[in-house]
């Protein structure tokens, strides 16, 4: 069974890079079928698309936020990697990585999700 | 751009009774319309996904239905469990930059 697990900084100062780590057990992110996604959520809001990267390297970004961030993938450690550079308090949210698969677009399974505050 | 709408924002109900909610796109995204349940503090939990497949190991009270721009989520007999907020999803594989667009949520709340 596929699971996923966020990991990085708590804080991050406003105008630095905010860096975050999936970790996925249980299943290899080269597996065919699947975009590994970054979506996340303000306090008390909804749900904002970050971007999706393919074991490939191929990578779908929301054009809102194009131009701050990179997504990568690291096959030899079974991990997906996000950056976001010039953060500013709009940043902080709640992170949560998922697996999406590309037939039908349903994220399954998610991560717990992990709270990156922006604050100097 | 893909833009959802979902309404209402908030629904207020009482176990037993029989909820929808709906979610509208502004332009036609087939059948590729998946619902999620999210509970305070916990990540969304897939519900449905091709508009009307019910993801594994999720109760029957819940079916979904539409294509094109006009989807709906229904709960047959809201259960405890239940009260939680719905996300749809969009998902527009042929636009890269559209490729998952989310509805602002639907909160079912105790009346």
């Known amino acids: 069974q596929v699971s996923l697990q966020e990991s990085g900084p708590g804080l991050v100062k406003p105008s630095e890079t905010l860096s975050l780590t999936c970790t996925v057990s249980g299943g290899s992110i080269t597996k065919h079928g699947y975009y590994w996604g970054w979506i996340r959520q303000s306090p008390g809001k909804g749900l904002e698309w970050i971007g999706n990267v393919y074991h490939s390297g191929s990578t779908y970004y929301n054009p809102s936020l194009k131009s701050r961030v990179t997504l990568s993938v690291d096959t030899s450690k079974n991990e997906v990697s996000l950056k976001m550079t010039s953060v500013t308090v709009a940043d902080t949210a709640v992170y949560y990585c998922?697996?999406?698969?590309?037939?039908?677009?349903?994220?399954?399974?998610w991560g717990q999700g992990t709270l990156v505050t922006v604050s100097s | 751009d893909i833009q959802m709408t979902q309404s209402p924002s908030t629904l207020s109900a009482s176990v037993g009774d029989r909820v929808t909610i709906a979610c509208r796109a502004s332009?036609?995204?087939?059948?590729?319309l998946t619902w999620y349940q999210q509970k305070p503090g916990k990540a969304p939990k897939l519900l449905i996904y091709k508009a009307s497949t019910l993801q594994s190991g999720v109760p029957s009270r819940f079916s979904g239905s539409g294509s094109g721009t006009e989807f709906t989520l229904t709960i047959s007999s809201l259960q405890p469990d239940d009260f939680a907020t719905y996300f749809c999803q969009g998902y527009d594989s042929y636009s890269p930059e559209d490729l998952f667009t989310f509805g602002p949520g639907t909160t079912v709340e105790v009346k």
């Open positions: 998922a697996r999406q698969t590309i037939d039908v677009g349903a994220a399954h399974p």
């Open positions: 332009q036609n995204i087939g059948m590729w």
